[in-house]
């Protein structure tokens, strides 16, 4: 029997698969999310898979040798505010932080125009209410030593208060358990006495690092996410081993790894963000097959428009993330988002006399008026139908008929106030979307002290590869690759697929340089060990273990690290090996903020160090063919069509190839439309495409 490795990735619009079998042969599908219960999409898209094979669902999932999924569940449950009930444990004096929040709290990740509005904007609505929040006496100091010992009599009687009041969860953060955790320990096993079915977490254990209200806004979210996580991962986990399953089942993290059930639902809060993550595992992993090293990686899916770099063969990290407003402290690949993606709604703003675009989405339902599902307001995805990017026939492959007509008069009612027919206002829309994301882009790279034309971009999404060319093209980028062809509409169900399991250890150890090696190895070496044990203890095999090494780096009274790497943890950090670490730190800092700016006379710090654990999975097999003729075979060519082109401000017949029909070393001039079942790539004039040995369309601008 053929094993497949089944990677499957849900959005807000549409439920992506990609089975790729032992001879590297690709299947895709796309359907349509279900909200109500986005395990029903999930089987829906690996059945629709299966079907594309000839196999039956049970035939697909007995012959899976690896099942990955990346999931917005956590991600939904925290921005809708629909998690569990949960009350909070926090030092005495101290439980308000989760709600006086940061200075910035009130504008924290809204649009930069919010910032302007301040004095107006309001706090978000509280995760948790002040009436779910106990406090008790206890005192553990910097150095971890017990100033107060845990009244235990005041954290029964609060965990008692709290399960009176019908939590669900219990989320425990006290001021430097990260030092040492004992206070916070005894508080969860007291907690599971009471009530065993609590979900408890412990900030120690989620987020063992300095910040106070980080930490506590991860803990809390934790327990918030987790019963609703648990149950979805579950319902998952049954229903695939009911249908024949016996393989690994693994969940996509926001640190870029893949981790088991069991582990997801002790710290759900990594599945947060991990949707688009994705994208960029494997963008760095096709990238590494191309020969790219500096990769940026856009996804523009129905809702949102995603950013996350590869650079010098590594993707950016960060150590923040941001929902709802609310900031947490997790290890996460670095991703941008904006509301700008298909199904972003364009409207004419009569305050400023101007046309905007987002950030309100019409999502999958009623979704774009093109759709006919009901909706009114005109897209992004409505603009491309009217200028001729998309073929209203040949939608998702013919199988779905869009209505151009309907799509026309709402974008004509929107443009009459400005003066504007309904291909100047189509033109409008495309334009202000590519322009946002451009910009998205910039803060991405140059706020880093990175060079987008230093770079390539693969273009991913169901909408990425239609307005790819236009936003690259505003950076100066040279090169624009679709990654693996129609591949790229469900490219992050193909990261999730190409993605290790990975644990990241993090050990807070403030010290000042000149640094303590001893030291620093002595903690390496127990992160070492932890990360073997966890590692073994889900099946991997020693020869499939990797390590990597780095700390956090910082100027005395500054409070912003930069991640610095670090040697194997097998060598003793001797005095060279030390100051070679200062001199990275002083590299990096330069390279971000400019030369000259890094002043090693104000002392270094040394802040965090991390471990990432990484346990190898079999990968999808990507097969290179021989390329042939330049010239396209007559069976890749589709009736030509009018499509209006703004660098030309005008419509022409426009050349029309089926992507499917295209072979290695086909070359396309624009201006052209290639469409898959899939996806649509726009060649705009003075550009071409050509598809190289890997099935990649690659623009050159």
Same mark, same amino acid.
């Given at each position: 029997?053929?094993?497949?490795?089944?990677?499957?990735?849900? !959005?807000?619009?549409?439920?992506?698969?990609?089975?790729?079998?032992?001879? #590297?042969?690709?299947?895709?599908?796309?359907?349509?999310? *279900?909200?109500?219960?986005?395990?029903?999409?999930?089987?829906?898209?690996?059945?629709?898979?299966?079907?594309?094979?000839?196999?039956?669902?049970?035939?697909?999932?007995?012959?899976?040798?690896?099942?990955?999924?990346?999931?917005?569940?956590?991600?939904?449950?925290?921005?809708?505010?629909?998690?569990?009930?949960?009350?909070?444990?926090?030092?005495?004096?101290?439980?308000?932080?989760?709600?006086?929040?940061?200075?910035?709290?009130?504008?924290?990740?809204?649009?930069?125009?919010?910032?302007?509005?301040?004095?107006? $904007?309001?706090?978000?609505?509280?995760?948790?209410?002040?009436?779910?929040?106990?406090?008790?006496?206890?005192?553990?100091?910097?150095? !971890?030593?017990?100033?107060?010992?845990?009244?235990?009599?005041?954290?029964?009687?609060?965990?008692?208060?709290?399960?009176?009041?019908?939590?669900?969860?219990?989320?425990?953060?006290?001021?430097?358990?990260?030092?040492?955790?004992?206070?916070?320990?005894?508080?969860?096993?007291?907690?599971?006495?009471?009530?065993?079915?609590?979900?408890? *977490?412990?900030?120690?254990?989620?987020?063992?690092?300095?910040?106070?209200?980080?930490?506590? =806004?991860?803990?809390?979210?934790?327990?918030?996410?987790?019963?609703?996580?648990?149950?979805?991962?579950?319902?998952?986990?049954?229903?695939?081993?009911?249908?024949?399953?016996?393989?690994?089942?693994?969940?996509?993290? /926001?640190?870029?790894?893949?981790?088991?059930?069991?582990?997801?639902?002790?710290?759900?809060?990594?599945?947060?963000?991990?949707?688009?993550?994705?994208?960029?595992?494997?963008?760095?992993?096709?990238?590494?097959?191309?020969?790219?090293?500096?990769?940026?990686?856009?996804?523009? #899916?129905?809702?949102?428009?995603?950013?996350?770099?590869?650079?010098?063969?590594?993707?950016? %990290?960060?150590?923040?993330?941001?929902?709802?407003?609310?900031?947490?402290?997790?290890?996460?690949?670095?991703?941008?988002?904006? #509301?700008?993606?298909?199904?972003?709604?364009?409207?004419?703003?009569?305050?400023?006399? =101007?046309?905007?675009?987002?950030?309100?989405?019409?999502?999958? &339902?009623?979704?774009?008026?093109?759709?006919?599902?009901?909706?009114?307001?005109?897209?992004?995805?409505?603009?491309? &139908?009217?200028?001729?990017?998309?073929?209203?026939?040949?939608?998702?492959?013919?199988?779905?008929?869009?209505?151009?007509?309907? +799509?026309?008069?709402?974008?004509?009612?929107?443009?009459?106030?400005?003066?504007?027919?309904?291909?100047?206002?189509?033109?409008?829309? *495309?334009?202000?979307?590519?322009?946002?994301?451009?910009?998205?882009?910039?803060? %991405?790279?140059?706020?880093?002290?990175?060079?987008?034309?230093?770079?390539?971009?693969?273009?991913?999404?169901?909408?990425?590869?239609?307005?790819?060319?236009?936003?690259?093209?505003?950076?100066? &980028?040279?090169?624009?690759?679709?990654?693996?062809?129609?591949?790229?509409?469900?490219?992050?169900?193909?990261?999730?697929?190409?993605?290790?399991?990975?644990?990241?250890?993090?050990?807070?150890?403030?010290?000042?340089?000149?640094?303590?090696?001893?030291?620093?190895?002595?903690?390496? $070496?127990?992160?070492?060990?932890?990360?073997?044990?966890?590692?073994?203890?889900?099946?991997?095999?020693?020869?499939?273990?990797?390590?990597?090494?780095?700390?956090?780096?910082?100027?005395?009274?500054?409070?912003?690290?930069?991640?610095?790497?670090? *040697?194997?943890?097998?060598?003793?950090?001797?005095?060279?090996?030390?100051?070679?670490?200062?001199?990275?730190?002083?590299?990096?800092?330069?390279?971000?903020?400019?030369?000259?700016? +890094?002043?090693?006379?104000?002392?270094?710090?040394?802040?965090?160090?991390? /471990?990432?654990?990484?346990?190898?999975?079999?990968?999808?097999?990507?097969?290179?063919?021989?390329?042939?003729?330049?010239?396209?075979?007559?069976?890749?060519?589709?009736?030509?069509?009018?499509?209006?082109?703004?660098?030309?401000?005008?419509?022409?017949?426009?050349?029309?190839?089926?992507?499917?029909?295209? =072979?290695?070393?086909? =070359?396309?001039?624009?201006?052209?439309?290639?469409?898959?079942?899939?996806?649509?790539?726009?060649?705009?004039?003075?550009?071409?495409?050509?598809?190289?040995?890997?099935?990649?369309?690659?623009?050159?601008?």
């Amino acid at each position: 029997m053929a094993s497949f490795i089944c990677g499957i990735d849900i !959005g807000g619009t549409f439920t992506d698969c990609v089975v790729i079998d032992e001879a #590297g042969l690709v299947t895709i599908e796309k359907s349509p999310s *279900t909200p109500h219960d986005f395990s029903v999409g999930f089987f829906n898209a690996l059945r629709q898979a299966a079907e594309g094979r000839g196999m039956t669902l049970e035939e697909l999932l007995a012959g899976t040798v690896t099942l990955a999924h990346g999931t917005t569940v956590a991600t939904n449950t925290a921005v809708e505010l629909k998690g569990a009930s949960v009350g909070l444990i926090a030092t005495a004096g101290h439980g308000d932080a989760i709600i006086i929040m940061r200075s910035l709290g009130r504008v924290a990740g809204l649009p930069a125009g919010d910032l302007l509005k301040y004095s107006a $904007a309001a706090k978000p609505k509280p995760i948790i209410p002040r009436s779910l929040i106990e406090e008790v006496h206890e005192r553990v100091d910097y150095k !971890g030593e017990v100033v107060v010992e845990l009244d235990e009599e005041g954290a029964e009687r609060a965990i008692r208060g709290l399960v009176e009041k019908g939590v669900e969860g219990i989320a425990i953060a006290l001021l430097w358990s990260f030092r040492n955790p004992s206070h916070e320990q005894r508080i969860k096993e007291i907690a599971e006495q009471i009530a065993p079915d609590l979900f408890v *977490t412990c900030s120690s254990d989620v987020a063992p690092k300095l910040g106070e209200y980080e930490r506590t =806004v991860a803990t809390v979210l934790n327990s918030y996410v987790g019963p609703v996580s648990s149950r979805y991962v579950d319902r998952i986990d049954t229903t695939a081993r009911a249908g024949g399953l016996d393989a690994p089942f693994l969940l996509m993290q /926001c640190n870029g790894g893949l981790a088991p059930p069991s582990e997801t639902k002790k710290s759900p809060v990594l599945l947060l963000q991990s949707g688009p993550v994705a994208g960029v595992v494997g963008s760095r992993y096709l990238g590494e097959v191309m020969g790219y090293r500096n990769i940026i990686c856009t996804d523009v #899916g129905g809702t949102t428009f995603d950013v996350g770099l590869v650079h010098d063969g590594v993707p950016s %990290t960060s150590h923040t993330s941001l929902v709802g407003q609310y900031e947490y402290s997790v290890p996460m690949i670095d991703v941008k988002s904006i #509301g700008a993606g298909g199904g972003s709604i364009a409207w004419y703003d009569e305050t400023r006399n =101007v046309l905007r675009v987002g950030p309100q989405s019409a999502g999958a &339902v009623p979704g774009p008026v093109c759709y006919g599902g009901g909706g009114t307001s005109p897209t992004v995805t409505d603009a491309d &139908v009217v200028l001729g990017y998309l073929d209203a026939e040949f939608f998702h492959g013919g199988r779905k008929r869009l209505d151009r007509g309907a +799509a026309e008069d709402a974008i004509r009612k929107i443009g009459e106030p400005l003066g504007l027919d309904v291909m100047q206002t189509a033109a409008g829309i *495309t334009r202000i979307a590519e322009i946002g994301m451009a910009d998205l882009i910039r803060k %991405t790279t140059i706020e880093k002290g990175l060079d987008p034309r230093d770079f390539v971009v693969f273009a991913f999404g169901g909408a990425g590869p239609t307005h790819a060319a236009g936003y690259s093209k505003e950076l100066g &980028v040279r090169e624009v690759v679709v990654p693996l062809g129609a591949v790229g509409s469900v490219w992050c169900a193909l990261g999730v697929a190409s993605s290790d399991i990975l644990h990241v250890y993090e050990r807070e150890e403030i010290m000042a340089a000149p640094f303590d090696g001893p030291r620093i190895d002595a903690i390496r $070496a127990d992160l070492r060990e932890r990360a073997l044990r966890q590692l073994r203890g889900e099946g991997v095999r020693d020869e499939h273990i990797s390590l990597t090494w780095s700390v956090d780096l910082r100027h005395r009274l500054q409070v912003h690290e930069l991640e610095v790497p670090l *040697t194997d943890s097998d060598v003793p950090l001797d005095e060279a090996a030390l100051e070679q670490l200062i001199d990275d730190f002083e590299a990096a800092y330069e390279a971000l903020y400019g030369a000259g700016t +890094a002043y090693r006379a104000a002392g270094v710090e040394l802040v965090t160090l991390r /471990c990432r654990a990484v346990g190898t999975t079999q990968k999808p097999k990507l097969v290179r063919q021989e390329e042939g003729s330049p010239t396209p075979g007559s069976d890749a060519r589709a009736p030509r069509r009018e499509v209006y082109w703004p660098e030309l401000e005008r419509a022409e017949q426009t050349d029309i190839y089926r992507g499917d029909a295209l =072979v290695p070393g086909n =070359v396309v001039p624009g201006p052209a439309i290639i469409e898959t079942s899939v996806t649509t790539v726009v060649v705009h004039p003075q550009q071409s495409a050509k598809v190289d040995g890997y099935g990649n369309i690659v623009i050159s601008l």
